[in-house]
């Protein structure tokens, strides 16, 4: 299956989109169509995302999120939210840096993700909810983190204001993203890798016929999504301070900011 060709976006669209819109999978001129398309296919693959990732990541992935989130200043005794959470992926790193489960708030916009969440009998409160609004009040957030969810979300502009309003002053602010590598052939390797080897490797253990789809969208977000410096633009206009990213591997991108 050939990459789709993103949709051409107008300017003033590309500030607040995290990428160009992706007709193969979803109704690119209804908004709704896209949402419904994400809300069904987090849903329906949630039972494999854990087991999946694992086998992809080598055992390394909960290392590499602790390490970011100890760079991005985590510490016991703060307030988090984590966006996007998932399946708890980043959740169960911050529990192991703060041991303070009460002081965490989960929020996705898939109950199918949170209800695979397990957090080793931690109580951890999840709430149902977008980027774009925050369902946490004004300034109550020491430290916030969106972990592989930007090219997810419809509004990033929305998104990153959200982000300003829930952090107390001076609070920090993580988004962990996968980046397209500069190189040509750098891409082309992890271009086969994700949109080759890895929905063949899905359809083998996934029990969700859905899976292989889902790495093969992750790529084609990857590859779509805005560069670098506009995530850092956007961010910088929202009101937070001292935007900057941090780069591991070439493609594992740590963008932080202040509230």
């Not at 962990?176 to 891409?187: D, F, M, Y």
């Not at 929202?238 to 202040?258: C, K, T």
Request: proline share 8%.
């Amino acid at each position: 299956m050939p990459s789709p060709l993103p949709t051409p976006v107008s300017e003033r669209d590309a500030v607040s989109l995290p990428h160009s819109p992706l007709p193969a999978y979803y109704d690119s001129n209804d908004p709704a169509a896209r949402e419904a398309f994400l809300r069904k296919t987090f849903d329906d693959t949630a039972v494999d995302y854990n087991r999946l990732e694992a086998i992809l990541g080598l055992g390394t992935g909960s290392w590499y999120r602790r390490q970011a989130l100890l760079r991005a200043g985590l510490r016991p005794g703060m307030q988090v939210v984590d966006v996007g959470m998932g399946t708890g992926l980043v959740s169960r790193q911050i529990l192991r840096i703060t041991g303070q489960p009460e002081r965490l708030v989960g929020v996705d916009p898939s109950p199918g993700m949170m209800e695979q969440a397990r957090f080793d009998g931690h109580p951890v409160e999840c709430r149902v909810g977008r980027a774009e609004s925050i369902p946490v009040p004004d300034a109550s957030a020491d430290f916030l983190v969106m972990g592989y969810a930007l090219r997810h979300i419809a509004d990033f502009a929305a998104a990153a204001a959200e982000f300003r309003r829930v952090l107390k002053p001076g609070g920090r602010l993580l988004v962990l993203e996968i980046t397209s590598p500069e190189g040509s052939i750098a891409k082309t390797l992890l271009k086969a890798y994700m949109r080759g080897a890895v929905p063949l490797m899905a359809r083998a253990v996934s029990r969700s016929a859905s899976t292989p789809m889902l790495w093969r969208y992750y790529w084609d977000t990857i590859e779509a999504c805005v560069p670098p410096a506009r995530v850092l633009q956007t961010l910088s206009a929202a009101g937070l301070m001292d935007a900057e990213r941090h780069v591991e591997l070439g493609i594992f991108s740590e963008y932080r900011a202040r509230g």
